[in-house]
């Protein structure tokens, strides 16, 4: 009788990743992830490289009270809110006007989501690690393998980390291996040139990505392990896939806006005209009254009230705004999809908090103008803004979203573990 | 005998395990999605008629003609259909400092979407082994050993698959249309009936494709589990990526300038050239006429200028043809740089349409994107309304409300010229209002029948593929 030795967990996570390598689902994910991010980096590259020189076009002159940022170079892999980030915008007395630079006007590009890397990921890795996943314990018990591995003297929770490492490693080291060289080829053109922090935040955001990878993978394990054939565990996950990338987080939205009362951009815009023709119509017939001419108390009085309703007006909208923000964020946190969505454009400097920050620093640097003209310079400071710093998107917000990730992870992990520990083998 | 065939799977789809999930899924997304949607209609009517009287509150106090413009600008009004279908009325406004940039992170749910997503993924799910997975079980062997055509088994199948599909669909959105018709907010008119039916036909055309394309798939692989990698994989390749890169790639292939970019040519062409070349031709003007009047070779100011004219009736005769001369350069600047501007933009908007029109064509190889276009433009939520909408506001509205600014200040001025018209507050509640209607139904279905064409004949070349590929299939 043969000695029996115990079987290490080298020896399975070798066996997942050779049966792995051989298989078509192998060839057809690798393919899949390859073709598709290699297009989406060639395609946001041009649009970068697009954007960026029309930047060279409106960039503010010195003097100029002109707030306009150039294109994020890391947008080429989560583009985010960068177009509306990077539109100029032109201070002058009566409020801040609005230029959609960098804007096409191709009205397709409204009609589909972008296809960065972010979305990738989100999108057609989470599936294709479900693809991993889903027969990892259903599909060996049906051909009988599963039964033979418990023969010998290895724990299940040996059998199902070896299972978790040889899938995580044979779908990680690709797709990293993909990533790694479109950054680094993206990398050589010396226009876009990521900078030493950009590297640092790409780093995060495909840490960010392999956490989101892992979770789907751990999922597909669970359902695999609670079913008794593949089959219904494929099903149960794509459904359960579509709904946490495409239903909930578009759904959430929807749900907080019924929630929060904000008002639509139309209207908000309507009233603002509205106030600022009636001021300046009767500033008109008053000046008519006296007989005034030059550019007196009445103007500045009329001007300080179009400047007063407008500033509330705004400062209402942007609360109520920000309300509709924090709500749809914690209804769509529900899917780890979303979380990702957050976590990823933050850490990139191209999410909502981003943007927000932003507008806060375009509005002080409108102010900062305005005291200038006020003290009578012609001259305008020049704007300078900075992204927040990784540990600032991390303590508002980005760390709750990694741990959600994280989180996720260990739940999924720990109930597939449970259920293969039940698992009927036979 | 197809008949039997058709029963056969509908019965075997319907007790199996993924139906079930199919219309768990279904029965609970689509009512929710259309209750939400409905309920954002009705606070979107709302909205929209606050809108409106405090237009018409402004008009009744501050109406003036100089700075109305913008006032009374017409704006699309919610439309019934936005309970189903929501299209690219969102309003993602980018010309404003309060913009709303979620839908940008999120693009929002409506049925479109539903349908384009789960329910081809759903066809995929329940056709993916159709073929194969009969042949592994054994059935397969044993239909054939009856007196069978292969075109009635496949035929069979497909139909049989649709059918089931449409059970749960039909179902949920029954449910769904429920929520519409119980909200009295919601008016549906007979042609909103129409419009659905329509889509709906639709609908079906694009769930029988999906189908079909999974039959295809099933019949060219002889393990099932292959089958549904490939289903997936052309499944992705359609539905999310081939939509969502078209534009991009159209771009690339066509290129247009930005907006900006041409906003700055278009400013420069009638700021610091125009003014050079005004500069310019007016030199040329005076120097030509000086020969004729020596006198304004002199160098004077404006008020010598002025006093002379009183005196001296020769050199007022030669002042005011310097100045005719000067207006005349000007004129002719101001033409030379504003046509060169108007080609520049006409350029623009050609390359812009180009770049448009191919995005269009080359994302309508993904049957989502034909499915989506000819949703939305049935539902007046699409790109065609877009340019109705700008028929009904610049074309039909715009001239009338100029005619009436027009005549309305010139009676004003009869009545009495020392007014200063344009800044005194009028009564307008006689200035026409623009009204929105949606363009006719049958305009609508005729701008979408190229989408409808395309997704026909995407059904039959597939189903050809998918008769040949199971005639040839070995079925032991």
Redesign the interface.
């Known amino acids: 009788m043969p000695r029996r030795t115990p079987v290490l967990l080298w020896t399975i996570v070798r066996k997942e990743i050779v049966a792995n390598l051989l298989s ?2 192998f060839f ?2 690798i ?2 992830t390859t073709l ?1 991010l290699f ?1 989406s980096f060639f ?2 590259y ?2 970068y490289k ?2 960026l020189a ?1 930047y060279e ?2 960039r503010a002159k010195p003097g100029e009270p002109i707030a306009v940022l150039p294109p994020n170079p890391l947008s080429i892999f989560a583009k ?2 960068d ?2 980030m990077t ?3 032109e201070i002058s007395r009566i ?2 006007d ?18 960065d890397f972010v ?1 990738i990921v989100k ?2 890795l989470s ?1 294709v690690a479900l ?1 991993f996943g889903f ?1 990892q314990v259903s ?1 060996e018990k049906e051909s009988g393998v599963l039964r033979l591995m418990m023969s010998n003297s290895v724990s299940r929770t040996k059998i199902l980390a070896g299972k978790w490492l040889g899938n995580f490693l044979s779908l990680s080291v690709p797709f990293l291996l993909v990533t790694i060289l479109g950054f680094v080829l993206i990398n050589l053109d010396p226009l876009v040139r990521f900078s030493t922090s950009s590297a640092a935040r790409f780093f995060l955001l495909v840490l960010t990505a392999i956490i989101y990878i892992a979770l789907f993978l751990s999922l597909g394990i669970f359902v695999s392990a609670l079913t008794r054939r ?3 565990s ?3 996950l ?2 359960i896939w ?2 946490t990338v ?2 909930v ?7 907080a ?2 929630m929060v009362d ?10 603002q ?2 106030v600022w ?2 001021e ?2 009767q500033m ?2 008053e000046r ?1 009254a006296k007989n005034d001419r030059g550019t007196g108390d009445i103007v500045k009085k009329h001007f300080n009230v179009i400047n007063l309703e407008l500033n509330q007006m ?1 400062e209402d ?2 609360n109520r ?1 920000d309300r ?2 924090r709500l ?1 964020k914690n209804i ?1 946190r529900l899917s780890p999809a ?1 979380s990702f ?1 957050y976590a990823t ?1 933050e850490l990139t400097g191209t999410g ?1 908090g981003e ?1 927000s920050h932003l ?1 806060e620093n ?1 509005l002080r640097y409108k102010d900062s103008v305005l005291s200038n003209l006020e003290r009578g310079e012609k001259q305008a400071p020049s704007f300078t803004y900075r992204y927040r710093s990784v540990g600032q998107v991390l303590s508002q917000g980005g760390l709750f979203d990694l741990a959600w990730l994280i989180f996720f992870n260990i739940l999924f992990f720990a109930m597939g573990y449970v259920a293969f520990v039940r698992y009927d083998v036979r | 005998m197809l008949g039997t065939l058709i029963k056969k799977e509908i019965l075997n789809n319907v007790f199996s395990f993924r139906f079930v999930v199919i219309f768990a899924l279904l029965l609970v997304v689509v009512p929710v999605t259309i209750f939400i949607l409905t309920n954002d209609y009705v606070k979107k009517v709302d909205e929209y008629s606050s809108r409106q009287n405090g237009i018409e509150n402004y008009l009744k106090n501050y109406a003036h003609f100089n700075r109305i413009g913008p006032i009374t600008t017409p704006s699309q009004p919610p439309i019934p259909f936005y309970s189903l279908v929501r299209g690219i009325s969102s309003d993602v406004n980018m010309d404003k400092f309060d913009d709303d940039p979620l839908p940008v992170m999120f693009p929002l749910l409506d049925l479109v979407f539903i349908v384009g997503i789960l329910l081809s993924l759903a066809a995929l799910i329940f056709s993916y082994d159709a073929v194969c997975g009969e042949k592994e079980d054994g059935t397969l062997k044993l239909m054939m050993s009856n007196r069978l055509a292969r075109s009635k088994i496949i035929l069979g199948k497909i139909i049989g698959g649709t059918l089931t599909l449409l059970i749960p669909f039909t179902l949920s959105l029954g449910l769904g249309l429920f929520v519409i018709l119980l909200n009295s907010r919601v008016g549906w008119e007979g042609t909103d009936w129409v419009t659905l039916a329509l889509v709906l036909f639709g609908a079906v055309i694009y769930i029988l494709l999906f189908l079909v394309i999974g039959v295809l798939i099933s019949a060219s692989h002889h393990s099932s589990s292959a089958s549904i990698m490939t289903s997936l994989f052309v499944w992705v390749l359609l539905v999310l990526v081939v939509p969502n890169l078209s534009p991009y790639l159209a771009a690339l292939i066509s290129p247009a300038p930005s907006q900006i970019k041409m906003e700055r040519e278009v400013s420069r062409l009638s700021d610091v050239e125009r003014d050079n070349l005004g500069r310019k031709l007016e030199a040329e003007r005076l120097a030509e006429l000086v020969k004729k009047y020596p006198v304004l070779a002199e160098r004077f100011s404006e008020a010598e200028a002025k006093a002379r004219v009183e005196k001296d009736p020769a050199f007022r005769e030669a002042y005011q043809a310097r100045t005719r001369e000067i207006q005349a350069a000007w004129d002719e600047a101001n033409r030379i740089q504003g046509k060169k501007a108007n080609d520049l933009q006409d350029e623009f908007r050609r390359n812009v349409g180009a770049q448009t029109r191919l995005s269009r064509d080359l994302s309508m190889i993904s049957p989502l994107v034909d499915f989506t276009y000819l949703a939305t433009d049935l539902t007046s939520t699409g790109t065609m309304n877009l340019g109705h909408f700008r028929r009904l506001s610049d074309d039909i509205w715009g001239p009338a409300y100029d005619q009436y600014v027009r005549g309305r200040i010139a009676a004003l001025q009869k009545q009495n010229p020392a007014v200063d018209w344009w800044n005194t507050p009028v009564d307008v509640s006689d200035m026409p209002r623009f009204q929105y209607k949606e363009e006719a139904l049958p305009a609508r279905v005729k701008g979408t029948l190229w989408p409808f064409a395309i997704l026909m004949i995407m059904n039959l070349i597939v189903f050809s593929a998918a008769y040949i590929s199971f005639v040839k299939y070995d079925v032991r």
Do not use: H, M
């Open positions: 078509y689902k057809i994910a393919l899949l598709l297009t395609v946001l041009k649009d697009g954007r029309d076009l409106v985010g809110l177009e509306a539109r100029s915008f409020g801040i609005v230029f959609a630079g960098q804007k096409s006007g191709n009205i397709i590009f409204a009609f589909f989501p972008t296809p979305y999108v057609v599936l693809l027969d599909r593949a089959a219904s494929l099903v149960i794509l459904l579509a709904v495409f239903v987080p578009n759904l959430g939205t929807l749900l806006r019924q904000v008002p639509s951009v139309k209207a908000l815009s309507e009233k005209d509205q023709t009636r300046v119509l008109e017939i008519r705004e909208y942007r705004f509709l923000v749809s769509n979303a969505v454009t909502i943007e507008k375009v």
